[in-house]
């Protein structure tokens, strides 16, 4: 099983910085198999941004993910008031997907 | 579109079948997932059903093997998960979930989500 671990678990910003969330796996998994979600309070999750340069419909490009191997990034630029939410990595490389454990972005 | 129904409270060591309907979209070319989310806790993936026509492959996590079965009726266009000996740490939010396509993918399309209750 490749675990995803998620760091920091909090990170307090304010409207128009930048978020820097780092997701780091067990094992090495290929971009084209990471993908990250945004869940708001009392919502399901919803899929941002996969794999190099991939991003959801609707999802602005103020959101990008990076990275490779076992070291993978999710950048917000620019956060807007309602980015404010938890952010999981996933990966789906073998048969049993994992997520992390969330990182929660708060103003 | 996905909505699950079938969440509810069940004693330690019941069962209970949730449902997912799928509309706009045949539910059976796509992988479909199911992952719950315990009160206050993070995303759990809990079983996947891959590929298309006849040759549909299950998997399931470690929590979930021998207990829990996914399964679909493709003339409705719904998706199951039965769940069998439930225990407290069951208590999630369920949610269904479509993949990119008919292999493992990232989750392009969420239901709202149901609630299972697992007490004495």
């Known amino acids: 099983e490749t675990i995803l671990t998620q760091s920091p678990g909090t990170l307090s910003l304010s409207p128009g910085e930048r978020a820097t969330l780092s997701c780091r796996a067990s094992q090495t998994v290929g971009i084209s198999y990471l993908a990250w979600y945004q869940q708001k309070p009392g919502q399901a999750p919803r899929l941002l941004v996969y794999g190099a340069s991939g991003r959801a419909s609707g999802i602005p490009d103020r959101f990008s993910g990076s990275g490779s191997g076992t070291d993978f990034t999710l950048t917000i630029n620019r956060l807007e008031p309602e980015d404010f939410a938890v952010y999981y990595c996933?990966?789906?490389?073998?048969?049993?997907?994992?997520f992390g454990q969330g990182t929660k972005v708060e103003i | 579109q996905l909505s699950e129904s079938g969440g509810n409270w069940v004693q330690p060591g019941g069962s209970l079948r949730l449902s997912c309907a799928a509309s706009g979209f045949t539910l059976s070319t796509f992988a479909m997932s199911w992952v719950r989310q315990a009160p206050g806790k993070g995303l759990e993936w809990v079983s996947t059903?891959?590929?298309?026509?006849?040759?549909?492959?299950?998997n399931y996590a470690d929590s979930a093997k021998g207990r829990f079965s996914i399964s679909e009726d493709s003339s409705k266009n719904i998706l199951f998960l039965q769940m069998t000996s439930l225990i407290d740490a069951d208590t999630a939010i369920y949610y269904c979930?479509?993949?990119?396509?008919?292999?493992?993918?990232?989750?392009?399309?969420w239901g709202q989500g149901t609630l299972v209750t697992v007490s004495s």
């Open positions: 996933q990966q789906f490389e073998s048969s049993f997907p994992t």
């Open positions: 059903i891959t590929g298309s026509g006849s040759g549909r492959i299950a």
């Open positions: 979930a479509r993949g990119a396509g008919h292999g493992n993918s990232k989750l392009e399309s």
